[in-house]
Structures are given as C-alpha cells and as structure tokens.
C-alpha cells in the first residue's frame, strides 16, 4: 500500500523463478528501487492479501495470516490439490520475506459460505460429507462479491436489501443467486468443473454418463479428470474454447460452433431460471468477467426470450462500446440488468485494508 493517493506507475519484470522465495526477494529489490509519484519517500508495505481458491467449511471469512492457518490451507489440499499447496508456500515466503508485515487471507469460497445446508449438501450418502466433507462449496465468490456491490451502488440501493443473479462469463464461468445480499446458491460445487459448460470444462453431466464412459474406453479416472476439465465445454464440441473463435467460426457457417453457442447459451438460461424461481424476485441480473463484460451476444442471446422473466435487454445499449459499469436494460425492464467489470485483485486488497484496520484498532 503507497503512501498518498498518487500511484507510482507499473514495472514489470519477466523472467524464470525456481520458486515463490526467489520471486517475493525480486518484489522487495524492485519496491527499493521504486520511488512513489513525485519522487520523495519511499513505496512501503503495509499488508499483503492472497487469493486462495478453497477454504472448506473452515474459513467463512477472510483471516490474518498465521503458521496455523497456514497448516490448515495446506490441510485443505485434497479439495484444491493444483492451488492450496501453492497457496501455502507463497503466504509462508511472504511471512519470511517481509517480517512484520500482515498478511491476510481472501478465499474464493468464504462468498458462498451463507448457502443454506439444503443447498450446499449433495443428496450422496451423508458420511461422505461429514467424513470427506464433500459437499458444494462455489468459487468466483470473490467476483460475484465485487460486482453485487457495484450493482447495488448502480442502483443507489443497500445490497442487504436486494435479490440479484450475478454472472462471471469467462473461460472459467459460474452463476450465483444472491438473496438479500448473501450468497444462497451458486452453479459450481466441490470442484470449479460444475455448474455451466465453460470454455474446455463440461459443468453439469450425468455422473452416470463419465462411468458409462470410462468403462467403455477403459480411461482411467485421473484422466478423465483432464478431460472433463480441459478437453470438453466449448472446446469439445467445436474445437475452440475461446467464445472469440466461436464467433468468427459460426459466422462462417460452421455449424459445430453454432451448435456450441446453443448449448452455452442454453445451460446459463436454465440456470438463470431456476434462480429465478428460487429467489421469487429478482432486482438485478449482473453479467461480468470476460465474456459477460465484453460480449454484446452472448448477453443478447442470453437475454433472448426471457422478457416473460423480467429481463428486457436495451438492444442499443447493450451493442454500444463501453467501459466501467453500465446499464443494458431497457427503461421500463422489471429487472436492472447490468454490466460490472470485476476486480477481484481491488476486492482484496480492500478486503485486506479493512481487516488489517481493524486489527490495528482492536490492538490500540
């Protein structure tokens, strides 16, 4: 955090790092030799925020960073075995490298946390949960946090008082029904591979459908793994996984890729329809990330036929070029429909201001 409101500018360095020590050692060299706007002082850390993918049933907030948390983000490691072990070692470089310095953690799913238990429970045998702690636990919170207050401060509204659905459309993507404010249900589940079909993941199959398959083919289940999470969604059907080259490819008449828009297009309209019936009244409908915040078709399709709903898409708004949150519904929409880039790097490090704060504050 500088000090002053001015922003020192952006220095980028690329190059090979053996591991995350040698990298956090290069940001302190680079922050000595980095003067804030205008030349005087000198950059100073003063709190360090780290994104972690999967806080399980432990972490329903964001927390100060100790070697007991740290041991208990690495313990989380069977539900996040490509992140949490990453996780670990950075905040543990971090409370190395810059001794003193509070570090706070910000997990992707402590958004979801205030999921009722019949919505994050799976109807498989209940020792699988209270065993293995199987259950859903939604990611992306840290997005579908940001960009629900940016709805609410849009409509000039208090968020605990509204209903909304919140799209995060990447290549990575998932739908979040928000309730008075607070998570209630969310599209992915232990893992990110549920939910909607995404750019090279399958969301939503029947379970049934995966064993039928790996007994036919004899595919032994890590591999299965990496086909449903890299070699299926869009990528699978028409062989892109960049809605970009969807595009250009369905306008050239090719009729895989239009077949893979509609079935894209077709898992977010059932989703928002079911939260549609779950939450009985729906403020706002919220598209962000790339593709919801940059893609006038993908929100024109997906609006396409849900007037019945509430949502009536401004064709002319929604077309225009434009940046930072804006309107695309028409005046008289029931529901606000609206596009709010996300910021997660923004939402923790205020995440991390407000905590360490308060910290400082509860000590003096």
């Known amino acids: 955090i500088m000090p002053g409101t001015e922003q020192a500018g952006?220095?980028?360095?690329?190059q090979h790092f053996p591991d995350h020590k040698a990298g956090f050692k290069l940001m302190v060299e680079l922050l000595a030799e980095t003067k804030p706007a205008g030349g005087q002082g000198q950059l100073v850390v003063r709190a360090i925020g780290h994104r972690v993918v999967q806080g399980?049933?432990?972490?329903?907030?964001?927390?100060?960073?100790?070697?007991?948390?740290?041991?208990?983000?690495?313990?989380l490691s069977a539900l996040a075995p490509l992140h949490n072990p990453g996780h670990a070692e950075?905040?543990?470089?971090?409370?190395?490298?810059?001794?003193?310095?509070?570090?706070v953690a910000v997990f992707d799913t402590e958004?979801?946390?205030?999921?009722?238990?019949?919505?994050?429970?799976?109807?498989l045998p209940y020792e699988y949960y209270t065993d293995?702690?199987?259950?859903?636990?939604?990611?992306?919170?840290?997005s579908h946090r940001y960009v629900a207050k940016g709805a609410a401060?849009?409509?000039?509204?208090?968020?605990?008082?509204?209903?909304?659905?919140?799209?995060?459309?990447?290549?990575?993507?998932?739908?979040?029904?928000?309730?008075?404010?607070?998570c209630f249900d969310t599209s992915m589940g232990l893992t990110p591979l549920a939910?909607?079909?995404?750019?090279?993941?399958?969301?939503?199959?029947?379970?049934?459908?995966?064993?039928?398959?790996?007994?036919?083919?004899?595919?032994?289940?890590?591999?299965?793994?990496?086909?449903?999470?890299?070699?299926?969604?869009?990528?699978?059907?028409?062989?892109?996984n960049d809605l970009r080259d969807v595009h250009e490819a369905r306008a050239n008449g090719d009729e895989m890729a239009q077949l893979a828009f509609e079935m894209f297009i077709y898992r977010i309209q059932k989703y928002l329809g079911s939260y549609y019936a779950v939450l009985g009244r729906v403020d706002a409908l919220v598209f962000t990330a790339g593709i919801g915040e940059n893609d006038h078709l993908t929100r024109a399709a997906v609006c396409q036929g849900l007037e019945h709903m509430g949502f009536k898409l401004d064709v002319a708004a929604?077309?225009?070029?434009?940046?930072?949150?804006?309107?695309?519904?028409?005046?008289?929409?029931?529901?606000?429909?609206?596009?709010?880039?996300?910021?997660?790097e923004l939402e923790i490090a205020q995440l991390t201001q407000a905590l360490v704060a308060g910290c400082f504050l509860e000590s003096s």
Not at 212 to 230: G, H, S, T, W
């Open 195 to 240: 939910g909607i079909m995404m750019g090279s993941r399958c969301g939503d199959v029947d379970p049934s459908a995966v064993t039928f398959v790996a007994k036919q083919r004899n595919i032994a289940p890590e591999k299965l793994d990496v086909i449903m999470n890299k070699q299926s969604g869009l990528l699978g059907i028409c062989g892109r």
């Open 10 to 14: 952006e220095v980028t360095r690329t």
């Open 318 to 344: 929604n077309a225009a070029s434009g940046r930072g949150t804006r309107r695309v519904s028409t005046p008289d929409s029931p529901t606000a429909i609206y596009v709010v880039p996300t910021d997660e």
């Open 90 to 103: 950075g905040m543990e470089t971090a409370l190395e490298v810059f001794p003193g310095v509070p570090s």
């Open 111 to 123: 958004f979801h946390q205030t999921m009722p238990r019949h919505v994050y429970l799976y109807p």
């Open 132 to 142: 293995l702690a199987v259950r859903r636990y939604g990611f992306h919170g840290t």
């Open 153 to 182: 401060k849009a409509l000039h509204r208090d968020l605990a008082e509204l209903n909304m659905i919140t799209c995060h459309l990447g290549n990575g993507a998932s739908i979040t029904a928000i309730k008075n404010g607070e």
């Open 56 to 75: 399980g049933d432990r972490f329903k907030e964001a927390c100060l960073v100790t070697p007991k948390i740290v041991e208990e983000i690495r313990e």
